[in-house]
């Protein structure tokens, strides 16, 4: 499933990052990754940091560590998303 393209720029998305990762986010061409940094899934999903941990050590998003970056495959962020879309409404207090 590919991405749509974010509405704003990529200076805007990256803007929160260090410095050294601002340069290699580039909304617009996203869709043709494989992997994901974690900071990258933040943008992607519009969860923090600690949510995308927690998510990881949950067993709930499926993360790989390849030399010694820690990468989210894309397909764990979809499965992550119908997984979410399939499980049954909670009540709202």
């Known amino acids: 499933?590919?991405?749509p393209t974010e509405t704003r720029s990529s200076a805007e998305a990256a803007s929160h990052l260090p410095a050294d990762h601002r340069d290699a986010i580039r909304i617009e061409g996203l869709h043709r990754r494989k992997a994901w940094?974690?900071?990258e899934a933040c943008i992607l999903t519009s969860l923090s940091r600690a949510s995308i941990y927690d998510l990881i050590n949950r067993g709930e998003l499926k993360s790989?560590?390849?030399?010694?970056?820690?990468?989210i495959p894309d397909a764990a962020i979809d499965e992550l998303i119908e997984n979410a879309?399939?499980?049954e409404?909670?009540?709202?207090a």
């Open 85 to 87: 879309l399939n499980r």
């Open 89 to 92: 409404p909670r009540e709202v």
């Open 64 to 71: 790989v560590m390849i030399a010694g970056r820690r990468l």
């Open 1 to 3: 499933m590919s991405r």
């Open 37 to 39: 940094s974690v900071a």
